[in-house]
Structures are given as structure tokens and as C-alpha cells.
């Protein structure tokens, strides 16, 4: 939290005196603002910033910050219990994205899709963007993206009922754990599974 607090405390000061640069250059830097003020909790300065940025961006023309504004948008529409809004926002992103040449924040947009697609019930449609999600992430190097994309296609699997390929994808995705975190939520989701098929005590 001391290093989110420190970056929250940076880019607040940078929105009080960005006002002499480009709209873009100001909407990046409501962006960052409203990124660290929803890592540590705060949805109203969250939602506020993101909103502006996204005004200055649409102002301009400027899609890859349009889809940006609209992606933390649909982070706090999702922290605040708006499931059906969130996707709604992460999918308009998503149409600016796919035409442009923004291979991190396709991919990224791509598994966020996908992922509230799947929270929302609609599992073909969560497949098919986690797929091409974990293709992008790939394609393009990413050494986070494809474990997080696994992640998500493990939960689908499992709700889908079909445990075996669950398993398959959290075991895939241990390997590539790369923290504390990522070890504990491979681990968790494989205990889930020996859940699901009544092995108790092996969970």
C-alpha cells in the first residue's frame, strides 16, 4: 500500500498542474490518478477521473485513451457491483481496441470480456474472447497475460463442469507462477476442484 500510496500521491499532483499540456497528455494523466485511486479502494475519485479522462480523450479523438477511460470505468462499475454495466464498458473498449494496433490493452480488454462474460452466465462467449485472449498474450510475448488468461478459462471450465480441464489449466498456469500470489491462487483453485470432485481431504 506505501508504494500505491506514494503513486496516488504523485499523479494528484500532477493533475493540479498539467493544464498548460495537450488533452491527451492531461487525459493520461486523470487516467493514471483514477488507476491508483481504485487499487486502493477509492471508486468516487476512481470514477470521477476516469470519467474526465474520458471526456478530454473523446474531445480529441484520441481511441487508445477513449478505450483506456473506459476500461477503469468498467473496473469500478464491476468493484461497485454493476456486473452487466462493467462488461458494457469493457466490450465498447474492446470495439475501439480490435482495430488498432494496442496488442497489450487488446489482450487485456480481450480477458476482461471474457472473464465478466463468464461471472455474468454467458460461457460461450467467455471462452471465446479468454481464447483469444491467451493467443494475443502469446503472440506478443507477454509474461504475465498468459497465466492470468489461464486463470480465468480454469473458473469457466470448472462452472462449465468439466473439472479435468479445469485442473489441466491450473496446473498449466502453477508453472507459471511468478509470485506468492499467483502460487496461492493456483493452488486454491486446484482445492476448489478437489471440492467439486468430493475429494475432501486432498483439497
Known amino acids: 500500500?506505501?508504494?500505491?500510496?506514494?503513486?496516488?500521491?504523485?499523479?494528484?499532483r500532477a493533475v493540479t498542474v498539467c493544464s498548460t499540456v495537450s488533452a491527451s497528455q492531461r487525459a493520461t494523466v486523470l487516467w493514471e490518478t483514477g488507476w491508483f485511486a481504485r487499487q486502493l479502494g477509492n471508486l468516487h475519485r476512481a470514477k470521477e477521473v476516469a470519467r474526465e479522462s474520458l471526456a478530454l480523450a473523446r474531445g480529441v479523438g484520441d481511441d487508445?485513451?477513449?478505450?483506456?477511460?473506459?476500461y477503469l470505468l468498467g473496473w469500478v462499475a464491476e468493484d461497485q457491483g454493476e456486473l452487466a454495466q462493467g462488461l458494457a464498458l469493457h466490450e465498447e473498449a474492446l470495439r475501439i481496441l480490435l482495430p488498432m494496433n494496442a496488442p497489450y490493452w487488446t489482450a487485456h480488454s480481450l480477458y476482461h470480456v471474457g472473464r465478466l462474460s463468464g461471472i455474468c452466465g454467458d460461457f460461450a462467449a467467455a471462452e471465446r474472447h479468454l481464447e483469444e485472449a491467451l493467443?494475443?498474450?502469446?503472440?506478443e510475448g507477454h509474461r504475465y497475460g498468459p497465466g492470468l488468461v489461464m486463470s480465468g478459462m480454469a473458473?469457466?471450465?470448472?462452472?462449465?463442469?468439466?473439472?479435468?480441464?479445469?485442473?489441466?489449466?491450473?496446473?498449466?498456469?502453477?508453472?507459471?507462477?511468478?509470485?506468492?500470489?499467483?502460487l496461492r491462487?493456483?493452488?486454491?483453485?486446484?482445492?476448489?476442484?478437489?471440492?467439486?470432485?468430493?475429494?475432501?481431504?486432498r483439497a
Open 135 to 139: 493467443a494475443r498474450c502469446r503472440q
Open 64 to 70: 487508445l485513451a477513449i478505450a483506456k477511460a473506459l
Open 185 to 201: 491462487f493456483c493452488l486454491e483453485g486446484l482445492a476448489e476442484i478437489a471440492v467439486a470432485c468430493g475429494e475432501h481431504e
Open 1 to 12: 500500500l506505501g508504494r500505491l500510496t506514494e503513486g496516488q500521491s504523485w499523479t494528484e
Open 155 to 182: 473458473v469457466i471450465a470448472l462452472k462449465r463442469g468439466d473439472p479435468a480441464r479445469a485442473a489441466a489449466l491450473w496446473q498449466e498456469r502453477l508453472g507459471l507462477a511468478w509470485d506468492a500470489f499467483g
